[in-house]
């Protein structure tokens, strides 16, 4: 695999959707069997908020995953930490988002 998307989006009333869209090397093939899924939600401290294996496919090579976040939980920047296996190799991206 040589291309990931990972993209994050605000669904109201409180919910995050994060979407991975899967590339082979020409960029146009999109990867449909990734062996597994780890996506998780880290909050500002560091502190784990919520870690997923088994995100929705929506298609060949897209995948998403949403979280919830309450108006309990911390304001700040969030990681979030997507990463698969592929073809026996270990692949992670990573974006933030904020919480305010």
């Given at each position: ?17 994060c ?6 090397f020409?960029r ?44 309990t ?25 904020k919480?305010?």
């Amino acid at each position: 695999m040589s291309h990931q998307e990972l993209e994050i989006t605000f669904v109201p009333p409180n919910t995050i959707r994060c979407t991975l869209t899967l590339y082979e090397f020409d960029r146009t093939t999109p990867i449909t069997d990734c062996s597994t899924h780890s996506v998780k939600a880290v909050e500002p401290d560091g502190t784990e908020h919520s870690e997923e294996t088994s995100p929705t496919n929506n298609s060949d090579g897209t995948y998403t995953q949403d979280f919830i976040i309450l108006n309990t939980d911390p304001l700040g920047v969030y990681d979030l930490i997507w990463s698969i296996t592929y073809d026996a190799k270990p692949s992670t991206e990573k974006v933030q988002f904020k919480v305010k």
